[in-house]
Every structure is written in C-alpha cells, then in structure tokens.
C-alpha cells in the first residue's frame, strides 16, 4: 500500500480517504478473479486469511460436482448457474466499487491508478 500511496503522491489526508477505498478495490478485484481455474486447492486458491469469496465458494462447489461422475447433470446446470449468479455479481460490486474511488481521485491519480491495472 505504501507503494501506491507514493506512485498516486497522495499526502497523509488523501491517503486517508483513498486508502479504504483503495484496499475495497483490492478485495473487490479478488473476489471477482476467485475461483477461475481446476488447478487450485479446494478453497478456490484462498490461502486461508482471507474470507472465501462468493464466487471461490461456487466455483469449488462445482468442481467438486464434477469431479463424482455421478453428480446428475441438474446438479452441475444447478452449480453451473450458481458460480455465474457469482461472478456476476463480483463483477458489478467491482465497477461499483471502481466508480467509488473514481470519484475521490485527481485526474493523474485515477491515470496512475488505470496503469497499474486497477481502474479501467
């Protein structure tokens, strides 16, 4: 965060309002990546500090669907749809959250903030 804080050249009092919203965005981005790939542990790549995301929870949901060749097809479409109900939802709370912070940036903070990947 320090970093960020030294790339945006925020003073103690921007800090202090960007910095929430900030790691806000950090969590909202998370959330809306979790669960994207097979090759991950049962908690969606969750290490264990963080609470696990909505969308890491469905995503484990399904693959543990998949992985008993008995799981009935109702049952995955069931998942399936869950796990898109999801990330549907990151995806909004993440460009909600996006505009929040838009809008308590300077112009070449939000520009700092787009080439760090953070912001679109």
Not at 3 to 8: T, Y
Not at 13 to 33: F, G, N, Y
Not at 39 to 57: F, L, W
Request: cysteine-free; proline content about 2%.
């Amino acid at each position: 965060m320090n970093s960020i804080k030294e790339q945006l050249k925020a003073d103690d009092d921007e800090w202090k309002v960007l910095s929430p919203k900030i790691e806000k965005l950090m969590t909202a981005q998370r959330d809306a990546r979790a669960g994207g790939g097979f090759g991950r542990g049962p908690r969606g790549g969750n290490n264990g500090d963080q609470p696990q995301s909505a969308v890491a929870k469905a995503s484990a949901e399904l693959r543990t669907a998949l992985e008993n060749k008995d799981t009935a097809a109702d049952e995955i479409a069931k998942k399936l749809a869950s796990l898109r109900e999801a990330r549907d939802k990151a995806r909004a709370d993440l460009a909600t959250t996006q505009k929040e912070l838009k809008e308590v940036l300077t112009q070449r903070q939000e520009a700092v903030l787009v080439t760090m990947g953070m912001l679109e």
